[in-house]
Nanobody, 120 residues
Framework: QVQLVESGGGLVQAGGSLRLSCAAS????????MGWYRQAPGKQRELVAT???????NYSDFVKGRFTITRDNARGTVYLQMNSLKPEDTAVYYC??????????????WGQGTQVTVSS
């Protein structure tokens, strides 16, 4: 199991930027996929971006070209740089770690979330 702690959320005006950080309790070299998800009030949690330990990234269409996920394995930290923020980006943002175990089962850990509010 790995503990994840997000930080960097806050209130920003539309068009502004924020950088979220997710600090893991241990090295993330062996974690197959690190990701960011978000959940707006009254909506389901949705994928924002992922970064595999093979170096591949994936973004949901609604953030492509605006958000960038980076991964620092040595520091055990994942970042989400968010630019050109829109009011519809308002949500609680969660960090996620997925590990494939030797038996072929996935283990999933979540952080507690950090609030991002974008004013119009």
């Amino acid at each position: 199991q790995v503990q994840l702690v997000e930080s960097g959320g806050g209130l920003v005006q539309a068009g502004g930027s924020l950088r979220l950080s997710c600090a893991a309790s241990r090295s993330i070299f062996s974690i197959n996929v690190m990701g960011w998800y978000r959940q707006a009030p009254g909506k389901q949690r949705e994928l924002v971006a992922t970064y595999t330990n093979g170096g591949s990234t994936n973004y949901s269409d609604f953030v492509k070209g605006r958000f960038t996920i980076t991964r620092d394995n040595a520091r055990g930290t994942v970042y989400l740089q968010m630019n050109s923020l829109k009011p519809e980006d308002t949500a609680v943002y969660y960090c996620n770690a997925r590990r494939l175990g030797a038996a072929g089962a996935w283990s999933v850990d979540w952080g507690q979330g950090t609030q991002v509010t974008v004013s119009s």
